[in-house]
């Protein structure tokens, strides 16, 4: 799977057409919610159990990378240790990151996906806004050194994960 050059092109083309654009443009194109994936075509996976597994994996991943940053900044109160790994949440915790592997229809055996997220996708995708705006408020916490803030951060991004499974995931 080439996904680092697809998304090198992918960026490149988007760069070439932001520079067209004017800065009102601009921010119009980052509120145009990311279409729904209705099969491999639209994605860089060569196969709907791939993009099961991948997202499956990534998700843990996240769930492991939250629980070392805990410990760095709530534990450890050490912001300069947790920046690379806040870095890659940042990069992760996103909607264009995921959104892709949620292609149309690919819940059932193998996956704990609830089929309403094709019905509700504009909701679902939300879900990952959210998370993403909430790791935001973590960086910005850790940026400065304000191990509270950080603390309080965490909760809520938490919070964004859970409710996301309530609406979204079988337990
Ligand atoms: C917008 C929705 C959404 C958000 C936000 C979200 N998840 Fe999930 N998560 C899901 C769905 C849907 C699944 C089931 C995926 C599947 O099995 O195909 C899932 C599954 C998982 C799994 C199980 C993976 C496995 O293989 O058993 C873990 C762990 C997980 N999420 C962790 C997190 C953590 C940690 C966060 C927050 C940092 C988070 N998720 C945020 C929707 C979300």
Redesign the pocket.
Same mark, same amino acid.
């Given at each position: 799977m080439k996904r680092s050059a697809q998304r090198y092109m992918l960026t490149s083309g988007l760069m070439t057409t932001l520079v067209m654009c004017s800065a009102s443009a601009l921010s119009a194109d980052a509120n145009i919610p990311q279409a729904m994936p209705l099969s491999i075509d639209d994605t860089p996976f060569s196969s709907e159990r791939e993009a099961?597994t991948w997202?499956?994996?990534e998700?843990?991943d996240?769930?492991r990378l939250?629980r070392q940053l805990r410990f760095d900044l709530v534990n450890n109160q050490d912001a300069r240790g947790a920046a690379p790994r806040l870095s890659e949440l940042q990069a992760r915790?996103t909607p264009d990151h995921?959104l892709p592997a949620?292609i149309e229809g690919?819940?059932g055996r $193998?996956?704990?996906? *609830?089929p309403n997220?094709w019905e509700e996708w504009d909701e679902?995708?939300?879900?990952?806004q959210?998370?993403e705006d909430k790791?935001g408020i973590l960086v910005d916490a850790a940026e400065q050194e304000d191990y509270r803030a950080a603390t309080r951060a965490f909760s809520d991004? $938490?919070l964004?994960? *859970?409710?996301?499974?309530r609406?979204?995931?079988?337990d």
């Open positions: 099961v997202r499956r994996d998700l843990k996240l769930e939250l915790a995921f949620f690919t819940h $193998g996956s704990d996906a *609830r997220i679902f995708a939300a879900g990952f959210d998370l790791v991004v $938490g964004s994960c *859970r409710s996301c499974h609406a979204y995931r079988y």
